[in-house]
């Protein structure tokens, strides 16, 4: 694999930069607070066909995890990694282009689910396509709107096609992660190059350098399973592993993030805990970094 991006791949990232720097960003997210979805943003992207780019011959679903990742570092409100990721490699053309993702096995709240014109429900072997009837919103702390769904009768998309849903899954989760694991380390960088203490740069201390070092490794690791994961088309192996590594490195890099950042970095004022807030529930979710281990093992070594 190529890790340099091509002309398409980074006229992509340009072009939806531009849009994420209008419509997105801390404030907006403020806005809209943990229990509110950005339509307008996800009907701009999809206007702009960026949330159909899996299933471009020319592009595919590496593109698709591109604008993902961008969509998490700038603190988008709306289910765009599951919309561009999950959706058009399950339902094609015919994804709606608000979409939730759950799992029969592990019942509970679902992200984004007051939200979702349909759900994708992983039950074994089976994917099924259901539409939302009632949901019941609950408080989170946790960056994005969950909620309890009841849903119409299932359509199954046939055998198979659970194995196709938990492997894009996981790719639109390591995604996510990457995206909201480069904000939080680069926003480290800038406040530790901007905090003065015994008249110097917190930054300039070798301490904290091998810590900002490790913490981009992780983050750049979690980048590339991620991309690596979808150019290979969601192998099980490949998709677990990524799930599994960013999943591990959410929860490392999070926390030393927040330590590095002192006091402030525990404030809600402060823009860290944007992205770190999402991380604790991306990392936990369809079974967290265990769950995506077990996986691993099993498709390596059955």
């Known amino acids: 694999m190529d890790f340099t991006l091509d002309h398409d791949q980074q006229a992509i990232v340009d072009a ?42 020319s592009v595919g679903p590496l593109g698709a995890v591109l604008v993902a990742e961008l969509a998490s570092l700038h603190h988008a409100r709306a289910n765009i990694a599951l919309r561009a990721i999950v959706g058009p490699m399950l339902l094609g053309a015919s994804a709606p282009t608000r979409l939730a993702v759950a799992d029969a096995a592990r019942p509970g709240p679902v992200r984004f689910g ?37 849903t119409t009768p299932m359509r199954s998309l046939g055998p198979g096609s659970g194995a196709t849903l938990t492997n894009w899954w996981r790719v639109a989760l390591a995604a996510e992660i990457a995206g909201a694991l480069d904000g939080a380390v680069a926003h480290t960088v800038q406040y530790l190059r901007e905090r003065h203490q015994f008249k110097k740069p917190l930054g300039s201390l070798q301490a904290l350098q091998h810590r900002l070092a490790e913490a981009f490794v992780w983050a750049e690791g979690a980048r590339w399973l991620a991309r ?3 150019f290979e088309g969601a192998t099980a192996a490949a998709a677990a592993a990524a799930a599994a590594y960013a999943a591990q490195a959410a929860q490392l890099v999070g926390t030393d993030m927040h330590q590095l950042s002192g006091a402030i970095g525990f404030t809600t004022e402060f823009d860290l805990q ?13 079974g967290g970094v265990t769950a995506h281990q077990l996986a691993t093992t099993r498709a390596q070594w059955g």
Do not use: C, M
């Not at 419509?23 to 206007?47: C, F, I, K, M, Y």
């Not at 994917?127 to 009841?150: C, E, Q, R, W």
């Open 16 to 57: 939806v930069t531009t849009i994420l720097a209008k419509q997105a960003g801390p404030e907006r997210a403020r806005a809209l607070g943990t229990s509110g979805h950005d339509d307008a943003l996800l009907d701009a992207l999809a206007q702009a066909g960026f949330l159909d780019l899996a299933n471009e011959p």
């Open 274 to 286: 944007l992205w770190t807030s999402r991380l604790h529930a991306l990392r936990v979710e369809f």
């Open 228 to 230: 690596r994961a979808a």
């Open 114 to 150: 007051q939200y979702a014109d349909a759900v994708l429900i992983l039950d074994g072997d089976e994917a099924h396509v259901a539409t939302v009837t009632a949901a019941t919103p609950i408080d989170s702390p946790y960056g994005y709107p969950f909620a309890h769904l009841d």
